[in-house]
């Protein structure tokens, strides 16, 4: 395997250096310190540039997106892993997450992406993080929440390749019919299970699932909670790629909706903390299949950056 990494004297990448400030990312925290969030996020980056091209670094949001409708990279589960592992494997561990794309270069990544027969079935529709015009290419989305919104992504092998406009338009279907395609995907190939769990003391549902789709479900909770009645107006959150949290019970006008939307943002907390793969603490109204919205009143900042002395 090669051997590529940032060693002592490197040009220093822009969205390394937005770690400089005393806070640590939300994605180092298992890290636990500026150091070795820096150190992890120069080999993530010298390994994406020698596979593809030298990728839009976010330092604090932990993201790697690769020009021109490339891959987008996540730092969290990352970190997560190598926390655990001695730094001297981390490039190693680098190479082994991205591996589902290593195969392929960045001209043959964009032809099978241009590619309908080749991308209709692995379409998928979730919840992203962030905001989808910030993003460095213009992606297929439809806006939800000032840290959310919904978008396409391309299954691959443990990684989602985000929906390029550019992509979707070589396509050659209506995009009608290619939200359409990823909906009937998400309801027959992402499989979930639920539970009922407590955080102080507010029940909710937590909807788990493999793959990186899951909040797909948060557009039709009939189907990732059949045997849980879900009436209109309950609050759905998606703190991670791999979960959805539900209150399933209204909240206009109960006595105790405060009380209960501070747990419920808590459990989205250390759901997102656990599970890696952020994506908001956005909180939204499911009003019924396929109608998803922003609740402003539900919804609090996200907590405050983490300091460690």
């Not at 849980?228 to 539900?246: I, Y």
Request: glycine share 8%; hydrophobic share 45%; net charge negative.
């Amino acid at each position: 395997m090669d051997t590529f990494g940032t060693q002592p004297g490197d040009m220093e990448q822009p969205g390394v250096a937005a770690l400089d400030g005393l806070a640590l990312p939300p994605w180092a925290r298992p890290l636990r310190s500026q150091g070795r969030a820096r150190e992890l996020l120069k080999v993530t980056t010298a390994v994406v540039t020698h596979r593809y091209s030298a990728p839009v670094v976010d330092g604090w949001e932990g993201s790697l997106a690769v020009p021109d409708g490339g891959p987008v990279f996540g730092m969290t589960t990352l970190a997560e892993v190598a926390a655990r592992i001695p730094r001297s494997e981390w490039r190693l561990l680098v190479y082994d997450m991205i591996s589902a794309l290593d195969q392929l270069d960045a001209p043959a990544m964009d032809a099978m992406l241009s590619d309908w027969d080749e991308v209709k079935d692995r379409l998928r529709v979730r919840i992203f993080g962030g905001r989808s015009d910030e993003r460095p290419v213009p992606v297929v989305a439809k806006p939800l929440g000032p840290t959310s919104y919904i978008g396409l992504g391309v299954e691959l092998d443990r990684v989602m390749a985000s929906v390029s406009v550019v992509h979707a338009g070589r396509w050659g279907v209506p995009m009608p019919d290619v939200w359409a395609t990823a909906a009937v995907n998400r309801a027959e190939l992402v499989s979930v299970t639920y539970e009922i769990q407590l955080h102080d003391c507010c029940p909710f549902a937590l909807v788990d699932g493999d793959g990186l789709a899951v909040t797909g479900h948060a557009l039709d909770l009939t189907l990732a909670i059949p045997e849980l009645s879900c009436p209109p107006d309950v609050a759905v959150m998606a703190p991670s790629a791999h979960n959805l949290l539900v209150l399933p019970q209204p909240l206009d006008g109960l006595e105790s909706a405060g009380e209960l939307l501070r747990a419920f943002h808590g459990a989205g907390i250390d759901r997102a903390e656990a599970s890696g793969n952020r994506v908001s603490f956005d909180v939204f109204r499911y009003r019924g299949p396929g109608l998803l919205t922003y609740e402003a009143a539900w919804s609090r900042p996200a907590p405050a950056r983490s300091v460690y002395n």
